[in-house]
């Protein structure tokens, strides 16, 4: 798989990474709502490909802190530059009562890099959580948060809000990670925020991504997935870089369906609970929120009927 980031000559997309355009009611509907309140997600900032597929079925990710990023990433869609600590003190109020009324089952909620504020956006990525869970604790939300350049106190703030699913990408393997990514991020501090939230919370469940087709080779590939399974990470997705415009990155490779099946056996084979592998999947693809939401709920009636077990001891 290795390659020069740096070549000039585009390759030819295959035809496996074809998709239909969105379509359907659900969709529409959603499209029409996030419209009307003025809401932006990373499904239509980072032109993702299921975006049709995951709104159809009910989910959406949402992003906060606004839509420009301090960071500039090399294969990243979205606006960078500098916001100026510009932030709407009341925006986790009105994402958390906008996402109640869209009758969604499973939320993932991301932001923009904020390393112009003190707190690097934090505390208010954690009240949002919070209030979306007071006002549908039943919906499942996922999290996919900045590395808060690997500060504890800040990863573990977010923790508490009690997310479902606490996720934050590696993006790429460590070699990688320069060529790929913005300066102040990097391989072992994104292993760190995976690791602080398990080891504070254990019953957290973490996730992460990895692009393919920028020159990784297998055994990098695997060296990562050894690691990440070192701190007890859950899931795993691969999926496909694309190259969103001729400013970023070139793809060096299209990886086959076959190949990311390999990559879905060896990485389950290492354990994790679950593994999305394949060209057109994402970080929050819908099929791994499918199978999350159905872990989640089978622990939350354990839960609830433990208490209900120990209250009837009580009474006894």
Not at 47 to 72: D, I
Not at 96 to 102: D, E, F, T
Not at 151 to 163: F, H, Y
């Amino acid at each position: 798989m290795s390659a020069d980031a740096s070549q000039k000559t585009p390759l030819r997309k295959p035809d496996w990474l074809k998709v239909r355009a969105p379509a359907g009611e659900n969709y529409s509907r959603i499209k029409n709502m996030l419209g009307d309140l003025k809401l932006a997600t990373v499904c239509q900032e980072a032109k993702c490909p299921n975006m049709g597929e995951c709104w159809s079925g009910g989910t959406a990710t949402f992003m906060l802190m606004g839509e420009v990023c301090t960071r500039g990433c090399r294969f990243c869609h979205i606006k960078t530059g500098n916001p100026k600590g510009k932030l709407d003190p009341l925006e986790p109020e009105k994402v958390g009562y906008s996402i109640a009324q869209m009758d969604l089952e499973y939320v993932v909620i991301t932001s923009v890099d904020r390393d112009d504020l003190p707190d690097q956006g934090s505390g208010h990525f954690a009240r949002t959580v919070r209030t979306i869970k007071r006002l549908d604790p039943e919906l499942i939300v996922e999290i996919l948060t900045p590395d808060f350049r690997g500060q504890a106190d800040l990863i573990v703030e977010l923790a508490n809000s009690k997310p479902d699913v606490f996720a934050h990408n590696v993006e790429t393997v460590e070699r990688l990670q320069k060529s790929v990514r913005d300066p102040r991020a990097n391989y072992k501090q994104s292993l760190s925020v995976l690791d602080i939230v398990k080891k504070h919370d254990p019953t957290r469940y973490t996730k992460t991504s990895l692009m393919l087709g920028l020159g990784e080779t297998d055994e990098e590939i695997l060296q990562t997935l050894k690691d990440l399974r070192a701190i007890d990470c859950d899931v795993v997705t691969f999926g496909q870089y694309l190259q969103p415009t001729k400013r970023h990155l070139n793809v060096l490779e299209y990886v086959t369906p076959e190949k990311f099946k390999e990559w879905q056996k060896i990485a389950e084979d290492l354990g994790f609970l679950y593994v999305a592998s394949g060209p057109l999947v994402r970080s929050s693809y819908r099929a791994g929120e499918f199978f999350m939401k159905g872990v989640i709920e089978r622990r939350r009636q354990q839960q609830q009927q433990a208490t209900g077990e120990s209250q009837q001891w009580q009474q006894k």
